[in-house]
């Protein structure tokens, strides 16, 4: 393994607890990840840079620095990409999933907020994250309260641009999202120096569009029985692909979804055919968060679908590639962009058609809404769908969790009777 000591030196991380995250994420990895079998060759790729997470990528980025290209860190799906793309610059997702951040965020940030935003403060003003400490700027976003607050304190130590997503879907609000990506745009321009142009746009739409392709034909393959892919893996490949090229991140997820084809053909599982289907609904799984699927898939079931950002919401729906001005691109991507059915919308009912229509063609018995504590947005939600579930009489489970592992067993015991149920 490289040693990347004098990188992380370089990028002002705090070395001591860093090693602390370091020494535990192996272990936690193997217990849930190499323990599993007959698993696709295609995820060492995975399992490879999952071993080096905080190495390999990171210098990667820092190379595209030394040439002049930009690293922007983002938290939401809404940002569009391709305009840092385009303008030769680099995507990063900053989303924390672990609780080895969350103390630290909770120094600037009241207790009673979203693990995932306490995580991922945390890793920055604790220095224990190259993803953060590399970015050479943050991009956020007006979602949910609790992210929209929490740049302002993010803002005042480290260069952040918030874009104001809205929070219906008329048409003046796509309108709004079309003028908010061409100010964002403006600001990559100035960013990186480089000129966004319909040519260098027209090829990261292209880029972009390929890379949500190919995690579409990954998860396709899951709606097989016997299913050749743990939803574990499939989680493993989404998280990834937040931070990894996209260019290699299609490549790797192609290559992976044609010996699932190849499975599929074979009648190879990862579970024997007729093994209880989940699919799992609800607020973001930021890596290393596996803490749900690990328990589902020691409890009899598999994983089938994720209907989240960290799932289908980040590649269903392409832009348009038939605009030929930067204008046209805008509104094409606005309406691309805004079909994400957030639970940030309101109303949201697209969501609830969503999960009701991948419960059918994933083929699922029961749906999980895994809610992350203190997430009001998800959490208000969850009657509805429940209740839209019932009506096609699908099973569902609400589960409410964060980061910690103190309440493993409590859900190990509620997703065991609901798998027996099914
Ligand atoms: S498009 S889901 S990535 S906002 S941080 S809303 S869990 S309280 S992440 Fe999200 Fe964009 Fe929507 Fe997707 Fe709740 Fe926590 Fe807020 Fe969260």
């Known amino acids: 393994m490289t040693d990347y000591q004098a990188m992380w030196e370089d990028l002002g991380m705090d070395l001591e607890t860093h090693d602390q ?12 990840y190499l ?110 309260d609790g992210k929209k607050k929490a740049y ?28 908010e990506i061409a100010l964002f745009a403006d600001e990559v321009e100035a960013e990186t120096g480089k000129e966004l142009t319909a040519e260098n746009l027209a090829a990261a739409i292209r880029t972009i569009n390929e890379k949500r392709r190919a995690l579409a034909r990954v998860f396709a393959a899951r709606a097989a029985d016997p299913v050749p892919i743990s939803g574990k893996d499939a989680l493993l490949m ?29 009648g190879e599982g990862v579970v024997p055919a007729g093994t209880k289907r989940i699919l799992i609904t609800g607020t973001p799984l930021a890596i290393p968060n596996w803490k749900l699927h ?27 590639e038939g605009a030929d001005t930067l204008d046209g691109m805008f509104q094409a991507l606005s309406e691309r962009y805004m079909k994400n059915n957030c639970a940030c919308f309101t109303p949201n009912p697209g969501r609830i058609e ?7 063609e994933y083929r699922v018995d029961g749906v999980i809404d895994a809610n992350l504590k203190f997430c009001t947005l998800y959490d208000v939600e969850k009657g509805s769908l429940a209740d839209a579930l019932a009506e ?23 997703i065991g009777a609901f798998v027996e149920m099914l």
């Open 354 to 360: 969503d999960v009701v229509r991948m419960a059918k």
């Open 35 to 144: 323990t599993q079998e007959n698993r696709p060759e295609g995820m060492a790729f995975y399992d490879f840079v999952v071993s080096e997470i905080h190495g390999v990528r990171p210098a990667e980025l820092i190379e595209l620095q030394k040439q002049g290209g930009k690293v922007f860190g983002t938290f939401c799906v809404f940002v569009p990409d391709e305009v840092v793309v385009a303008c030769g610059g680099a995507v990063t997702g900053l989303c924390g999933g672990s609780q080895f951040w969350v103390p630290e965020g909770e120094k600037v940030l009241p207790s009673g907020i979203c693990p995932l935003i306490k995580a991922s403060l945390g890793a920055h003003f604790g220095k224990t994250c190259p993803y953060f400490s590399v970015a050479d700027l943050y991009v956020g976003e007006t979602t949910c």
């Open 294 to 320: 690990h328990l589902i898939e020691t409890s009899g079931a598999v994983v089938v679908c994720e209907e989240m950002c960290t799932g289908t919401r980040y590649f269903e729906n392409e832009v348009d």
């Open 238 to 266: 989404m998280q990834i692909a937040f931070f990894d090229d996209p260019v290699r991140c299609a490549e790797t997820a192609n290559k992976l979804a044609d010996e699932l084809e190849e499975r599929i053909e074979r």
């Open 392 to 414: 096609e009489g699908v099973p569902c489970l609400g589960l409410e969790t964060d980061y910690a592992d103190n309440d493993a067993e409590q859900l190990r015991t509620r």
């Open 21 to 32: 995250l370091c020494a535990v994420l192996p272990m936690a990895f193997g217990d849930t």
């Open 152 to 179: 302002e304190i993010l803002g005042a130590d480290k260069k952040t641009y918030v874009m104001d997503v809205p929070q219906m879907k008329r048409a003046k609000d796509i309108a709004a999202w079309k003028d």
